[in-house]
C-alpha cells in the first residue's frame, strides 16, 4: 500500500512538474507568439517598423525561414545566383514599381509572389489559365530562334539589348534592330525598362538575371527562359509569409 501511494505521488509529482514546466515554458510563451503572429499579420510595415518588439518577431520567423527554405537558391544572404533574383537589391522583376505611395502595396505584391510562386504549373489542367495555375506570377520569354528568327537578327537584336544598357556597340545592327523591337516591348516596356505584371526585366540597367555577355543575351533570345518559384502559401504560415515579404522589402530598401 505503501508502494502503491508513493508510485502514485510520484506520478503526480512528475506530472505536476511536466504542466509546471510547459506552463513556464511552452505555453505562456506560445501565447505571446500567437499574440504577436496576429500583431504582425494585421500590422502594416511602417508600424511593424515602429514597434521593436514585432520588428524582432519579424526578423526571427524571416530569418528562419529564409535558411530553411530560401537560401538553397537565394543564397543565404538573398543576393541571387545566375538565373534566381537578388531579393534585396530593389530591383523587381514582379509586380513592385518603386512608384507606390505607401509600403503596404508592394509588401502585399512580393506577398503574392512567395504565396503563389512563379510559373508554378503544378496544379490540375483543368485550373490552369494561360499555362499557369491560378494566381501563379506567369509569363514566357519566347524562344525566338525556334519561333524562325535568324542568327543575323538575333545578333542584331543582342546589340540593342546592349545599346539599351548603355554600351558602344554596332549602330547599324541598332537601327535593324529598331524594327523588330516592337515585339519584345509587351514585356519589357517601350524604352526597356521592364514590365513588372509580366515579369520582363529591365533591359537599361547593369542587373542581369541570365548574364550580361554578348554570348549569354543571344542564349535568352534564341532559346527563352522560364524562370520557377515555388509557390510557399501551402508549405508556410501566413504570418510567416507576411514577415519573409515585409523582411525583404525592409532589406531591399537598405533597412
Ligand atoms: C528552387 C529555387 C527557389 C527557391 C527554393 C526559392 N526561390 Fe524565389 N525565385 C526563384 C527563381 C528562379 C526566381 C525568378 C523567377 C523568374 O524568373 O521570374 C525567384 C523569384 C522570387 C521572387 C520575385 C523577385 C522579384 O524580383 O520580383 C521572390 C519575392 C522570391 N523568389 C521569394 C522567395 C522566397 C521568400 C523563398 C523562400 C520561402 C524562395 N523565393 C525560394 C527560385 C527559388
Ligand atoms: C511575352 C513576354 C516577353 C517578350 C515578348 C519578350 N520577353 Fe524577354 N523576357 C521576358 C521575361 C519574363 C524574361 C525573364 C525570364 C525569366 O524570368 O525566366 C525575359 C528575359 C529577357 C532577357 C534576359 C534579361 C536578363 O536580365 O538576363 C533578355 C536579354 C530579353 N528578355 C530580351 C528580349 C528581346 C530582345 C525580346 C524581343 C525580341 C524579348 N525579350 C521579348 C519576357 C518577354
Known sequence: MQNLISVFNSHRMSFAIIALASCLLSSPLQA???????????????????DAE???????????????????CHAEDLSGGPGVPNLVDFDWL??????????????????QTITYGVRNTDCDDA?????????????????????????????NLVDYVLYLSGEDVNPFAVEVAADVWPVCTECHGEDGSG????????????IWLYGGSGQEIYDVIANGRLGVCPPWGQELSAVTIKALSTYIYFRANGF
Not at 505571446?32 to 515602429?50: C, M
Open 32 to 50: 505571446q507568439n500567437a499574440e504577436l503572429d496576429e500583431r504582425l499579420l494585421l500590422a502594416s510595415p511602417e508600424a511593424v517598423q515602429a
Open 127 to 155: 485550373i490552369k489559365m494561360f499555362g499557369g495555375c491560378p494566381d501563379t506570377r506567369y509569363s514566357e520569354m519566347p524562344a525566338y530562334a525556334q519561333l524562325g528568327m535568324d542568327e543575323d537578327m538575333i545578333n
Open 94 to 111: 514582379w509586380g513592385v514599381t518603386g512608384l507606390e505611395m505607401t509600403a503596404v502595396e508592394p509588401v502585399m505584391e512580393i506577398m
Open 195 to 206: 514590365y513588372k505584371p509580366f515579369g520582363g526585366p529591365d533591359l537599361t540597367d547593369d
Open 54 to 72: 514585432l520588428l524582432a518577431h519579424m526578423n526571427d520567423l524571416a530569418e528562419e525561414a529564409v535558411d530553411n527554405h530560401c537560401a538553397e
